[in-house]
């Protein structure tokens, strides 16, 4: 059982430590002479820079909560005085959690009751384009596809009062996971973004995880290099 846990915790807090430490760099980073963003006006800004964004995710259809990390970088492709577009290249690492709470339809009775999770792992690289626009180029609207691994564990136990029973159940499996996703951030400061996230998560012999199909975000970005 402990080492279940602790394997269950790998990649959410591996993502958190990510965060963390890149992060700090973002602050830190501030006073370099360039400019960890897009910059303004057209003007020509053959960079590759680096972001950081990290979300807390809810989905939907297969209802789970959790959070996302995705290092990403990118270079200006085209501009124009109102606008400028990237190419970006993206690692994700995502973590659910379906809780018996975020499942309605199970109930416990006077005879019955059941208890457990699923926990869902994502790793995938994405690619995509994004368009920066404004005057000072502060928002950002970006459409990318991703695809990679997404690791499964599924934990539940059932328990019968009357008789005395109980009995619990795991499965995990490795499938194939791919979808589109689409953001937008509004970098409020030098380094420091909102943004707000909306994806789809579809799978191939995963058999349905947490996490899958529809997920909406909102978190933080952190502008790098």
């Not at 995710?57 to 270079?75: K, Q």
């Not at 920066?132 to 690791?151: C, I, M, P």
């Not at 400061?189 to 997920?215: D, E, K, S, W």
Request: aromatic share 14%; glycine share 12%.
């Amino acid at each position: 059982m402990k080492r279940l846990f602790t394997t269950r915790l790998c990649a959410p807090v591996f993502a958190l430590a990510l965060a963390a430490a890149l992060s700090t760099m973002a602050i830190s980073g501030a006073a370099r002479a360039e400019e960890p963003f897009i910059m303004a006006g057209g003007e020509s800004d053959p960079r590759f820079m680096m972001s950081l964004r990290t979300d807390f995710l809810y989905s939907m259809f297969s209802p789970a909560i959790g959070a996302g990390v995705r290092l990403s970088g990118y270079t200006p492709i085209w501009n124009t005085k109102r606008a400028t577009g990237t190419f970006d290249v993206g690692l994700h690492i995502n973590y659910a959690n379906g809780s018996k709470f975020m499942y309605p339809w199970i109930r416990d009775t006077a005879s019955q009751k059941m208890s457990g999770a699923d926990h869902n792992t994502r790793l995938a690289l994405s690619v995509g384009h994004s368009f920066y626009f404004g005057e000072s180029r502060k928002h950002q609207f970006g459409v990318h596809f991703f695809t990679g691994a997404s690791f499964t564990n599924n934990n539940w136990c059932v328990e019968y009062p009357d008789e005395g029973l109980s009995e619990c159940g795991k499965t995990s499996f490795t499938g194939l996971t791919f979808g589109p996703e689409l953001e937008y951030t509004y970098r409020f400061h030098r380094n420091i973004g909102f943004n707000l996230v909306l994806g789809g998560a579809f799978g191939a012999g995963v058999g349905g995880p947490a996490g899958q199909m529809l997920h909406v975000g909102t978190g933080l970005t952190f502008f790098l290099l």
